[in-house]
């Protein structure tokens, strides 16, 4: 069965400690993996979409990785404003169909 | 921001009671979807859209039906509102085209639909 898992469920990190999330997919054929932050009450807004192994992706403090299995949201010096729900999803090849992990809440204290 | 847009932003419904949401994108993609979000199971597709009048179940599609009569317009039906379909819905869009750069969907800002 194609699924996506993330982890850990939730986080809490110091202002300036730095950690990685982690999203381990089994699909059939990867067409793409996509990683999103969303705040509470809010629609997920997108962060990088990464297309093949070895490939990585950095935007301000975030960077994303991707492996045949899995996927890292590195998190360097996070700050209070990095707080959210970081959700992944795989886009599997011949669908039309994304499939969503359960998503890692993060909290950075100040 | 994608222009992506929901109505109604909140609704409190009765059981038995029909309800539409509607999805208005601004940006001509091709693929739009509707998803409930739940706490512990994450985003989970009900109807998807490749085009207008072409539409397709997703996993959770059971007491929901779905109309595009237009490339800019998604609408999901609760034909008979039942309180398991209390929920969070996000309408999604996206362009698949040969460049792979365009398999992002982006999403709107959701409805919070309460059955009572």
């Known amino acids: 069965e194609d699924q996506v898992t993330q982890s850990p469920e939730a986080l809490r990190l110091q202002e300036g400690e730095s950690s990685s999330l982690n999203c381990s997919y089994t699909?059939?054929?990867?067409?793409?993996l996509f990683w999103y932050r969303q705040d509470p009450g809010k629609g997920p807004e997108f962060l990088f979409t990464l297309y093949s192994a070895g490939e990585e992706k950095e935007k301000e403090r975030l960077k994303a990785t991707l492996t045949k299995k899995e996927s890292f949201l590195h998190i360097t010096a996070p700050k209070p404003e990095d707080s959210a729900t970081y959700l992944c999803a795989v886009y599997e090849k011949g669908t039309y169909k994304y499939i969503f992990g359960t998503g890692t809440r993060l909290k950075v204290l100040a | 921001d994608a222009g992506i847009t929901q109505s109604p932003r909140h609704k409190v419904t009765e059981t038995g009671t029909p309800v539409t949401l509607r999805c208005h994108q601004t940006?001509?993609?091709?693929?739009m979807y509707w998803y409930r979000q739940d706490p512990g199971h994450g985003l989970r597709l009900i109807h998807y859209?490749?085009?207008?009048?072409?539409?397709d179940k997703g996993e959770v599609s059971d007491g929901y039906s779905v109309s595009r009569s237009k490339t800019e317009d998604f609408l999901l039906t609760l034909e008979s509102a039942t309180s398991s379909q209390t929920s969070v819905y996000f309408c999604?869009?996206?362009?698949?085209?040969?460049?792979?750069?365009?398999?992002?969907?982006?999403f709107g800002p959701g409805t919070r639909l309460t059955v009572l």
């Open positions: 940006e001509n993609h091709r693929y």
């Open positions: 859209s490749y085009g207008v009048k072409d539409t």
């Open positions: 999604a869009i996206s362009e698949s085209l040969a460049g792979k750069e365009t398999d992002t969907q982006y």
């Open positions: 699909v059939s054929g990867l067409r793409g």
